[in-house]
């Protein structure tokens, strides 16, 4: 193993216990909360960026494949109620599945017909969820959390841990790739798939473990969010906000490296979180939204790009 | 037969109703210098898309290293030895220079092997190509001059036992014409299969040892230099009637 590869295990560790900690230590369960919708952008955000900024398909759909996950384990918590890492897995899956699928679409899809096809499915599958009685139908169900987990005072410090450990798993899992030989061709294929393939670079074995690893992260996310939010309807699950903040972190991130959604979801989900208690929670849209104008147009490589290029300036004056 | 490294047997590919290739046959041999030429539009680049795996021909089949290659992915023809510059270059924008010729080192010709040998190997490539002190440039920074030896290059980083140059030489300056020319003579002499398309006439001429002619999709000459120069339908075909 090379010395990155451990250094970022022992950081990754850390972060995981230190989150452990941090729960026998704080008691004030809206900063679990608030700290449990930012991990899940980050999961998200680096979920979405591993095929939008890596192999640069964009999707529109992030809130079908959330929600799937969520939707997964809420038909699961009506039959048997399994234990949490079940729905994980479980939710994981159906979203890998739906991903793997939304993967065969790149064969005839490419740029922005592959990302209305995103947001198509995410429509259709909202409206079959709307319609299935089971998990709720359209009026939404209410999920009863456990009422007790061991070592934690209670749920929401426990769902709080599950997503910073998921949070570092994402984060690796990016990073994992980035660092491979399946990054390298993923950075071809988004550059130029004609080439890339020309190459040597098996373009569709590529996009399809894109697709679908990006997918089962993004279920893996949604898992818990029923046990989160305690009442689930698809309005809320199915909603647009998942797809463009998971779209707008990496953006305003940077969309190269695995830092980029990390920073990204931290800043905005964040700003967000401060701006839905302090002015409203409508403000939150508006401060995406603008800052994700403002990137685009004078700092498309996002804040890791902008911070390389003030550090590469820097560098050179001294020289 | 079996001393052909590419047969191309009655290969036809339609775009709707228009039909780019009807029924056309090459045959290049072991380690050959050959050239592909014919007015724009005959057909010639759609070829190379069908040889290459970037295009399905619809009738006929393709024969490489006695392998039928007819129905497979473009990276396995890759791998397998046929590599391709593209005529308008299409350079991976992100990386820089090193980094795009280390894509098929990494997946053509070596598999998955990673790190300071392979930038070796790059370096080694781009001094072949003098273009050495452009190896940490983006290439966002290149000229049109330059991205067209990185095709090249990145080309020959495949490893490939045969290698089409899709008008590699479109624009160049008569020395850089005559350098990338000495370039792939030597290239020919330690092996490799050449397939060059060209309108540069003093180019594909001087290099090639045969010359198929193509207009509007079919074969309507093959020959040496000088057969070509000589033959009437190729004048008419360039010239009109």
Redesign the interface.
Same mark, same amino acid.
């Given at each position: 193993m090379s010395n990155e590869k451990r250094l970022f295990l022992i950081v990754a560790a850390v972060l995981v216990v230190g989150a452990f900690l941090i729960t026998t230590q704080m008691e004030n369960r809206f900063y679990y909360k608030a700290a449990y919708v930012v991990l899940q952008y980050v999961v998200l955000a680096t979920a979405w960026n591993i095929l939008g900024g890596y192999t640069g398909y964009v999707n529109f759909g992030t809130a079908a494949f959330f929600a799937m996950g969520a939707y997964t384990a809420v038909a699961l918590i009506k039959t048997w109620k399994p234990p949490l890492y079940v729905l994980l897995i479980s939710g994981g899956i159906v979203s890998g599945l739906l991903g793997l699928g939304i993967g065969y679409l790149t064969l005839r899809l490419r740029g922005v017909f592959f990302s209305i096809a995103t947001l198509a499915l995410a429509v259709v599958l909202q409206m079959v969820v709307s319609n299935w009685d089971y998990v709720g139908g359209g009026a939404g169900t209410a999920i009863l959390k456990p009422r007790s987990v061991p070592l934690f005072s209670n749920y929401d410090e426990f769902l709080f841990f599950v997503m910073a450990a998921l949070a570092v798993v994402a984060v690796a899992v990016a990073w994992l790739i980035e660092k491979s030989?399946v990054g390298?061709?993923m950075? #071809?294929i988004?550059?130029?798939e004609? #080439?890339?393939?020309?190459?040597?670079?098996?373009?569709?074995k590529i996009k399809l473990f894109a697709t679908t690893v990006s997918g089962a992260l993004m279920g893996i996310a949604g898992a818990p969010f029923s046990y989160f939010v305690v009442y689930i309807e698809p309005t809320s699950a199915f909603h647009l906000d998942y797809a463009v903040n998971s779209l707008a972190m990496p953006m305003i991130g940077g969309t190269?490296s695995w830092l980029g959604p990390l920073v990204g979801a931290v800043l905005v989900g964040t700003a967000q979180q401060i701006a839905t208690v302090t002015l409203s929670a409508e403000m939150n849209l508006l401060i995406v939204g603008s800052l994700l104008v403002g990137f685009v147009v004078f700092a498309p490589d996002g804040l890791v790009g902008l911070f390389g290029k003030i550090r590469a300036r820097l560098v050179g004056k001294e020289a | 037969m079996s001393e052909n490294l590419l047969d191309v047997h009655g290969v036809t590919k339609r775009f709707g109703g228009f039909s780019a290739l009807t029924k056309v046959d090459l045959h290049v041999k072991e380690n050959e210098r050959f050239g592909l030429i014919g007015p724009n539009g005959s057909g010639k680049t759609t070829m190379i898309n069908c040889i290459s795996g970037a295009l399905n021909n619809d009738e006929g089949n393709i024969v490489f290293a006695g392998r039928d290659i007819t129905t497979m992915p473009a990276y396995k023809r890759t791998r397998l030895g046929i590599a391709r510059s593209f005529q308008i270059p299409k350079p991976f924008v992100s990386m820089t220079v090193l980094e795009n010729l280390c894509i098929p080192l990494e997946y053509a010709a070596h598999q998955h092997s990673h790190g300071a040998e392979l930038q070796g190997e790059a370096m080694e490539i781009l001094e072949i190509m003098s273009m050495a002190d452009k190896a940490d440039v983006r290439t966002g920074g290149l000229t049109q001059i330059e991205l067209r030896k990185l095709e090249l290059a990145r080309a020959m980083a495949a490893k490939p036992r045969l290698l089409i140059s899709d008008e590699a030489m479109a624009g160049l300056s008569n020395t850089e014409v005559d350098d990338i020319l000495e370039i792939l003579v030597r290239l020919n002499e330690e092996g490799l299969t050449v397939i060059m398309i060209e309108h540069i006439m003093r180019a594909v001429m001087n290099f090639s040892e045969r010359i198929v002619v193509l207009d509007a999709g079919e074969k309507i000459a093959e020959g040496t230099p000088d057969e070509i120069v000589n033959n009437k339908d190729v004048e008419r075909a360039y010239l009109g009637a």
């Amino acid at each position: 193993m090379s010395n990155e590869k451990r250094l970022f295990l022992i950081v990754a560790a850390v972060l995981v216990v230190g989150a452990f900690l941090i729960t026998t230590q704080m008691e004030n369960r809206f900063y679990y909360k608030a700290a449990y919708v930012v991990l899940q952008y980050v999961v998200l955000a680096t979920a979405w960026n591993i095929l939008g900024g890596y192999t640069g398909y964009v999707n529109f759909g992030t809130a079908a494949f959330f929600a799937m996950g969520a939707y997964t384990a809420v038909a699961l918590i009506k039959t048997w109620k399994p234990p949490l890492y079940v729905l994980l897995i479980s939710g994981g899956i159906v979203s890998g599945l739906l991903g793997l699928g939304i993967g065969y679409l790149t064969l005839r899809l490419r740029g922005v017909f592959f990302s209305i096809a995103t947001l198509a499915l995410a429509v259709v599958l909202q409206m079959v969820v709307s319609n299935w009685d089971y998990v709720g139908g359209g009026a939404g169900t209410a999920i009863l959390k456990p009422r007790s987990v061991p070592l934690f005072s209670n749920y929401d410090e426990f769902l709080f841990f599950v997503m910073a450990a998921l949070a570092v798993v994402a984060v690796a899992v990016a990073w994992l790739i980035e660092k491979s030989w399946v990054g390298r061709g993923m950075a #071809a294929i988004r550059d130029n798939e004609e #080439a890339a393939e020309c190459m040597g670079v098996p373009i569709l074995k590529i996009k399809l473990f894109a697709t679908t690893v990006s997918g089962a992260l993004m279920g893996i996310a949604g898992a818990p969010f029923s046990y989160f939010v305690v009442y689930i309807e698809p309005t809320s699950a199915f909603h647009l906000d998942y797809a463009v903040n998971s779209l707008a972190m990496p953006m305003i991130g940077g969309t190269t490296s695995w830092l980029g959604p990390l920073v990204g979801a931290v800043l905005v989900g964040t700003a967000q979180q401060i701006a839905t208690v302090t002015l409203s929670a409508e403000m939150n849209l508006l401060i995406v939204g603008s800052l994700l104008v403002g990137f685009v147009v004078f700092a498309p490589d996002g804040l890791v790009g902008l911070f390389g290029k003030i550090r590469a300036r820097l560098v050179g004056k001294e020289a | 037969m079996s001393e052909n490294l590419l047969d191309v047997h009655g290969v036809t590919k339609r775009f709707g109703g228009f039909s780019a290739l009807t029924k056309v046959d090459l045959h290049v041999k072991e380690n050959e210098r050959f050239g592909l030429i014919g007015p724009n539009g005959s057909g010639k680049t759609t070829m190379i898309n069908c040889i290459s795996g970037a295009l399905n021909n619809d009738e006929g089949n393709i024969v490489f290293a006695g392998r039928d290659i007819t129905t497979m992915p473009a990276y396995k023809r890759t791998r397998l030895g046929i590599a391709r510059s593209f005529q308008i270059p299409k350079p991976f924008v992100s990386m820089t220079v090193l980094e795009n010729l280390c894509i098929p080192l990494e997946y053509a010709a070596h598999q998955h092997s990673h790190g300071a040998e392979l930038q070796g190997e790059a370096m080694e490539i781009l001094e072949i190509m003098s273009m050495a002190d452009k190896a940490d440039v983006r290439t966002g920074g290149l000229t049109q001059i330059e991205l067209r030896k990185l095709e090249l290059a990145r080309a020959m980083a495949a490893k490939p036992r045969l290698l089409i140059s899709d008008e590699a030489m479109a624009g160049l300056s008569n020395t850089e014409v005559d350098d990338i020319l000495e370039i792939l003579v030597r290239l020919n002499e330690e092996g490799l299969t050449v397939i060059m398309i060209e309108h540069i006439m003093r180019a594909v001429m001087n290099f090639s040892e045969r010359i198929v002619v193509l207009d509007a999709g079919e074969k309507i000459a093959e020959g040496t230099p000088d057969e070509i120069v000589n033959n009437k339908d190729v004048e008419r075909a360039y010239l009109g009637a």
